[in-house]
């Protein structure tokens, strides 16, 4: 029975489906920027994949464990004014800097807000996993969908090359 449960998760919960299928889109939309980044910033294709599957993984990290990361951060903030003042001006300037030199913001900000439905939908439902599990979990689903996007095609590539043949 637990197995049916878990067969029945994408039913009941229709915002985890949502998260695959942002997580697919995403994966085909940096296949297909991929030439182009690596290119012009001088990346072989695998530090390409490693840095997309590793902000992926941040962002996931970030918006499925809040509470646990946050209250580690406050503690450390908390200390004294000093830790308060370098671990916001580093939160801040490598992430703005991340975020606003390489053109990924959407990205991340489609990826947290699909995390966030997708867990509310969960909690809607009544399944509350714990922090590890569930973080499991909208790994796999965003890592699968990223993969699966990959393995698609270039949806603009028959689009242009349609136009040619057809003269």
């Not at 878990?6 to 085909?28: D, E, I, K, M, Q």
Request: one cysteine or more.
């Amino acid at each position: 029975m637990p197995i049916l449960r878990l067969l029945s998760l994408p039913v009941r919960a229709p915002l985890l489906t949502v998260l695959f299928l942002v997580a697919v889109v995403l994966g085909n939309h940096w296949q297909v920027v991929q030439p182009a980044f690596t290119s012009l910033f001088g990346v072989s294709s695998a530090w390409f994949w490693c840095l997309v599957l590793l902000q992926a993984e941040v962002v996931v990290v970030f918006c499925t464990m809040p509470d646990l990361l946050l209250r580690q951060v406050s503690m450390l903030m908390a200390s004294s004014r000093v830790m308060t003042l370098v671990v916001t001006l580093l939160l801040v300037i490598t992430g703005g800097i991340y975020l606003l030199k390489l053109n990924v913001l959407t990205d991340v900000l489609i990826l947290a807000s699909a995390l966030l439905l997708a867990r509310l939908d969960l909690i809607r439902i009544g399944v509350l996993p714990g922090a590890r599990t569930c973080l499991f979990l909208m790994s796999a689903v965003v890592i699968g969908g990223i993969v699966a996007g990959t393995l698609l095609p270039n949806p603009t590539a028959n689009l242009f090359a349609g136009g040619l043949i057809s003269t």
